[in-house]
Structures are given as C-alpha cells and as structure tokens.
C-alpha cells in the first residue's frame, strides 16, 4: 500500500492503449484498407503465384512494374494468408485484404512500445521517454500513412527503424556489445527490406548516432561492421533488383523528394504557431530544445535537420522520433515526480 505509484509504466500503458485505439480504429469503422495498397495487393498475390520466388515484374493497371519494391512486408502479408489457410484447413482463411486491413495498424501499435526502449536509452530517463511516448503515440504522424493499406511496407518500415536505431544507441555506449551488433545487423537489414524511406533513413540515423556516440575506435568497427552485415543480409534482393533491372528503379525511388522552398516552407509551417492541434506539443518541444541547446547537447537538433533536409517528401514521419523526445524533455518539467 505504500508502494510510490510507477508514473512511467502508467503513461507507457495508457499510450499503448490509446495508441491501439486511435490505430485500429480506421480499419474497424470501415472494413476495407484505406487510401493506398492496390499495387501492394496485386505484387503480393504475383509472389504468392510465383512461388514466393521474386517476380521480374508486377503487372498493375495493365502496366508491367519491375519488382523491385523492397519486399519484406509481401512475404509476410503471403506467408500469413497461406498459413491461415492451411492451419484452418481452408474453413476460416485471412485473405490477403483482411491483412493489408489490420497488419499494419497491429505492427505500427508494436512501435511505440520499442520507441519507448529507444527514447529510454537515449534520453537516460524513464519518466522523460514515458512522456516522450505518450506524445509519439498520439501524434498523426507517428501513424497516419502507418494503418492505410500501404502501411504493410512503412509500418514494417519504421518498426524495424526504431528496433534498429535502439540496438544501435546501446551497441555505440558498448553495452552487450556482440548481441548489439548482431540485432542492429538484423534489424538495419530488416529496415532496409521493407521500405525504401527507412531504408535511406536506416543509414542517416545510423551515421547520427554514430557521430555522437561512436567516435571511437570500437564505434568505427562496430559501425563498419553493421554496414558489411547490412550489406550481406540485403544482398539477395538488391543484388536481384540490379541483375534484372540495373540501378534505374532504385534511383528513382530517391527522387521522390522535391527539395524546394515550398517545401521546407511547409515544414517551418508544421512548426509554426499556425498549427493549434499541434500547439501543446510545440511548446514542450521548444522547451526541450532550449534545455537540449542549453547542456550543449546537439544530437536532436541535427537529426530532425538532416532529416528534413535530406527528405523533404516524408521526413516529418522520421523527425517525430527526436521531436518527441524533445517533448518528452520538456514535459518532464512540469510532469509528475
């Protein structure tokens, strides 16, 4: 009875439940994935008819596609649908729509909980990364293009991101250093398969932590030899992608960005007083930032910049992570003790 009442995981629980809520709510008001997911749909039933062998390409609105669309989240979406099928022996199968509809509200619920262990280990503090969470969680960005029926790629994408970038904090402060090393392979390789934005963020966020926390000589090797595992595991695919196709389709998904002023306007806008739903968090954001500034701690503000520089199209998606620490920071000045 005179147990001092754990704020933390009260605040990490209520944002995985309202977090859960706000995700699955899309997909259980309309029964049908939203937005986006039709070519998806149609590249995961040609893996399935070809096998679970890599097609040369996906024929999609009469139009032959190479498939070199990083396929991590197909599998997983085909391996489910014929798992179901042959455990219920035909009776109650999931089909592939039901998964596009519900696995990547469930996937992107997984992410707060490890963005959670991520803010932990980077902001040294479990009441600030509860905070931090509670505010990730609750934010569109953290899930908007997450549930639509496209998200069988980007939640897969950002789970592995976060799982990634959260080995990777603790494999540059050397703790566990061959286990860390072996997850930050995998889950840099899990990242890079599943969606081309986290894919090129995988690298960006791995040389940031790098250049804060590894500039050493066991982070040099450690990040060189994250770099050779990536490479190896990744292989397979890629290495496919340029027999068929050469570098012309992988180039293309870069290009996706317009680095324009209207475009860096519309992020000085995100953070502008202009956006009254978003006015709590940027006050605590700021507040963050002024005691990040302040310890001469400059790791957040580089990554949200470099983030946004570096990807204008869907950047803000990636610069939540920081901003939400920030948060997190801030709010932990006012929060409970």
Known sequence: MNRKLDWPALLLFTALLFGAIVRFWPAFTNGFPLNDGGMFYSMILDLKEN????????????????????????????????ASTTLSAGLLPVSVLQILLWLPALV??????????LAEQVLNSRLSASLAVMIYALSSRAFLWQVMGGGITRAFGMLFLILMLWQAVQLFKSEGYPKHLALTILFGAGAILSHPQTALHAVLGGAVLFGFYGRNKRGVLSAVAVGFGVVFLTAPWWGNVLLRHGL?????????????LESYLIVLNLHGPGNFLAIPMLIFFYIGLWISIRQKNFFFIAWIVLAYLIDTRGGDSIALLPESMLAGMGLGKAGPS
């Open 108 to 117: 992107n619920t997984l992410s707060i909980f490890f963005f959670y262990k």
């Open 51 to 82: 096998d679970y062998q890599l097609p040369e390409f996906a024929e999609y609105n009469s139009v032959d596609i190479p498939f070199a669309y990083p396929p991590l989240g197909f599998y997983v979406a085909a391996f489910l649908s014929d």
């Open 248 to 260: 012309e389709p992988l180039l293309s998904a870069g290009q996706t960005s317009q680095r324009t």
